[in-house]
């Protein structure tokens, strides 16, 4: 009995968690969906970036409850300004996607959102954690023996 609860558990855990990237598989994905330089950002930025948004995670998220959003999957796509929860407040959409959409193991549309995220004026300064974590620092170990 404690062998089927302990699978049990295991199994729900996984299935909450969602998937979480290897790095370099992570890298080799973004590069064949084109984010490799994309609007000047390098692979290893976005690398970076994602490696402290959400640490590989595609269930990731975050509440905050300043603005009652919600930053969504592996890019932490926030719901006030880029997809639609149903629940934020005055939410903009700009991506024109459901939040859910995010935290899909297949990160087509996630990276989709993400390059309209980056062509904004902010940029890729629009993400918290690429701005406290990456910006003006050396990130090449973010792709280093991936092959990419």
């Not at 609007?39 to 402290?52: D, E, F, Q, R, T």
């Amino acid at each position: 009995m404690k062998a089927l609860l302990l699978l049990g558990l295991l199994v729900l855990s996984v299935t909450v968690q969602g998937k979480v990237y290897e790095r370099c598989e992570l890298a080799r994905t973004l590069k064949r969906l084109g984010m490799d330089g994309y609007h000047g950002v390098s692979l290893a930025n976005w690398m970076c970036l994602i490696k402290w948004e959400s640490d590989y995670n595609t269930k990731a998220t975050n509440y905050n409850p300043g603005d009652e959003s919600t930053d969504y999957g592996i890019f932490q796509i926030n719901s006030r300004y880029w997809c639609n929860n149903g629940k934020t407040p005055d939410a903009v959409d700009a991506c024109h996607i459901s939040c859910s959409v995010l935290l899909e193991d297949n990160i087509a549309q996630a990276v989709a959102c993400a390059k309209r995220v980056v062509r904004d004026p902010q940029g890729i300064r629009a993400w918290m954690g690429w701005r406290n974590h990456c910006e003006n620092r050396d990130v090449s170990q973010y792709v280093s023996g991936c092959g990419v």
